[in-house]
């Protein structure tokens, strides 16, 4: 058939399929999926390059669909690519398939989880600048985004970066069919109004009608000739087209159509189209060369900031290994990550205060197969909870470093001190969080992150501690470190960071007064080290845990959910900053925040009661 005719007929595939689906799960997004099929029919059909049959394919396009409640359509996209059957189309949305209510990479060739709106672009920017800056492979990176999403701070944080970058390998495609979920968006059709926003940022704008597939056609011909800069697409669309019950109506968002038959029947019925999707010129990603090192090491007694170590650290793991990547959200002279961009410059990227864009660009590089570090302060890091979140969703490797934590931090008061980076940590799924006290644990860990699955966070101190650990020391995840203990203690004590310095000091006063403590500095709060902790508590009388961190969700809650199962539990009591703190000398802090030496040996005496 005609060129315009087969395309015609497989958008119309496309909306069937996306009709015939979402009845079939007895949920979804039909509507959003009818806007956008034109758009997808043309680019299946001529521009994608993809091998459906090979999805780890590493000279492969990506797609994102940045908006992932239009799955339908991406799954019906699967079905006429040829990924999947139809069979499996109809178990969208079922207990155990593969077709959840928004994609995720448990169905290839998906990149990414997409669903909470505003994270595919930024998504996407990370998968184009590994394909310019990382594998150096001519790869595009295209993004469905929807109209309503435009009202989210991350998209407006991945055009400025897109546009700066120059990244002319990403194209996004935004797809106006004007229908929030509850009213009209803010731009309604204003096609103008997004392209002078887009254009702003440096990116090339293209208006069309997103139904008409001669400009579609345009469009994307345009788009793979610009060679300065990104482009998007801005596509006039109607929700629900095609079908006269739905289309451009308020109220049919995210439900199935009230009567799916007729709907099909309206759209030309259910068809077996199938499209060959272009496949890509082979390609091998570019590797750089490593010209070895050796961790760094220090000796007992130095003194050494766990933030300066983490720096250090990274600049010679780049020498090992030539897939480690380094993000920062420019301060990186402060979370002392500049080591490793000095070091390693065509490795580092600098994200700006961005952190969301930060968080997104690395989920994009690890999907490509780097090992990303991202660092920041970690107060900052709560900005980008969201993506962190998704992140697991999408069974991402990353490698966080949160520094300037806890009241420690001093004069810059309340504002850039990480108080609740922890207890946000441990709630991610499948998430591992450490806390070192010293350089050498630093180095030992940020070595062992690298091979680490799922999301890890390093929290880094501002000020100088005093090396305990020696570097020969097994320091490992899920381990901790015994500071001192003996046949007879009367209280365990157990701090993490900058507390354990003060849990030492207290010993020394308390063994002065007859009580003994047993130090543990538990540098893994989660996986924490239970065997150790289950221990502590049946040879001594109580528990002690001290944390510059807020009381909920942190150490003593990881530490309590250890001794959970423990049936003669002692008592167990927390230290931790219970009010808002100020700016002040970090001593001073401690001591008003009642985690210093002081408080830690108050709250023992009233524990054993001496």
């Not at 699967?78 to 155990?96: N, P, V, W, Y």
């Not at 996407?124 to 790869?139: E, F, I």
């Not at 949160?402 to 001190?417: C, K, L, R, T, Y």
């Amino acid at each position: 058939m005609p060129h315009n005719d087969f395309r015609h007929e497989l958008a119309q595939q496309l909306r069937v399929d996306s009709v015939r689906a979402s009845d079939a799960g007895g949920s979804g997004h039909p509507t959003s999926s009818m806007s956008a099929a034109d758009l997808m029919a043309v680019l299946l059909d001529g521009y994608l390059r993809l091998d459906y049959a090979n999805p780890d394919n590493p000279a492969n396009d990506h797609l994102v669909f940045s908006k992932g409640h239009a799955s339908p359509l991406y799954y019906a996209i699967l079905k006429a690519a040829g990924a999947i059957t139809d069979e499996e189309l109809l178990s969208f949305r079922t207990f155990g398939s593969r077709l959840e209510g928004h994609p995720t990479p448990r169905i290839p060739p998906t990149d990414v989880a997409t669903g909470s709106l505003g994270q595919g672009l930024p998504v996407g920017v990370g998968l184009a600048l590994a394909g310019k800056k990382l594998d150096a492979l001519p790869y595009r990176v295209w993004v469905l985004c929807g109209d309503s999403e435009m009202a989210e701070g991350s998209i407006w944080e991945a055009f400025q970066h897109a546009g700066w970058a120059g990244l002319d390998n990403l194209t996004a495609i935004v797809d106006v069919n004007r229908l929030g979920q509850t009213r009209e968006t803010m731009l309604g059709w204003d096609l103008d109004g997004y392209a002078a926003r887009a254009e702003a940022f440096g990116w090339k704008a293209i208006a069309i009608d997103g139904h008409d597939l001669d400009a579609i056609d345009a469009a994307f011909a345009q788009a793979t000739s610009v060679t300065d800069r990104p482009t998007v697409i801005i596509a006039k669309t109607h929700k629900g087209r095609g079908v006269k019950a739905v289309e451009d109506q308020p109220g049919k968002h995210g439900k199935p159509l009230e009567e799916p038959a007729e709907a099909v029947e309206e759209l030309g019925g259910p068809r077996s189209l199938a499209v060959t999707v272009k496949t890509p010129k082979p390609g091998t990603p570019h590797r750089f060369a490593t010209n070895g090192g050796t961790l760094p090491r220090w000796e007992i007694g130095e003194e050494v900031a766990t933030r300066q170590a983490y720096g250090q650290t990274l600049a010679e793991l780049g020498g090992l290994r030539g897939d480690v990547v380094v993000l920062d959200g420019e301060v990186s002279n402060s979370t002392m990550s500049e080591l490793f961009a000095k070091a390693h410059p065509d490795r580092y990227f600098e994200m700006f205060i961005a952190e969301q864009q930060m968080i997104a660009a690395a989920v994009g590089m690890q999907a490509r197969n780097w090992v990303p570090f991202a660092s920041t302060f970690g107060a900052f890091l709560t900005r980008a909870h969201d993506f962190i979140r998704m992140a697991a969703i999408s069974r991402a490797d990353l490698r966080l470093c949160g520094s300037h934590a806890g009241v420690s931090i001093g004069e810059d008061g309340p504002s850039q001190m990480a108080l609740e980076d922890i207890s946000m940590f441990r709630a991610i799924h499948g998430s591992t969080v450490l806390h070192p006290s010293d350089a050498n644990q630093t180095a030992a860990l940020v070595s062992e992150m690298a091979s680490l699955p799922g999301i890890s966070y390093l929290r880094t101190l501002r000020g100088k501690t005093p090396v305990r650990t020696s570097p020969d020391e097994n320091i490992r995840v899920g381990g901790s470190r015994v500071l001192r203990n003996s046949d007879h203690d009367d209280l365990t004590i157990v701090a993490c960071g900058i507390t354990v310095g003060e849990a030492e000091k207290a010993a020394d006063v308390l063994e002065a007064d007859g009580i003994r403590a047993r130090v543990i500095d538990c540098y893994s709060i989660k996986p924490i080290d239970g065997n150790t902790l289950v221990q502590a508590a049946a040879q001594t009388r109580a528990v002690l845990t001290v944390e510059d961190h807020w009381p909920e969700g942190g150490l003593g809650d990881a530490v309590l959910d250890a001794l959970a199962a423990c049936e003669a539990r002692p008592p167990v009591r927390k230290l931790a900053v219970s009010s808002m703190p100020v700016s002040g000398k970090p001593g001073e802090l401690l001591h008003a925040a009642h985690i210093d030496a002081e408080a830690v040996v108050e709250a023992a005496r009233q524990l054993v009661k001496v």
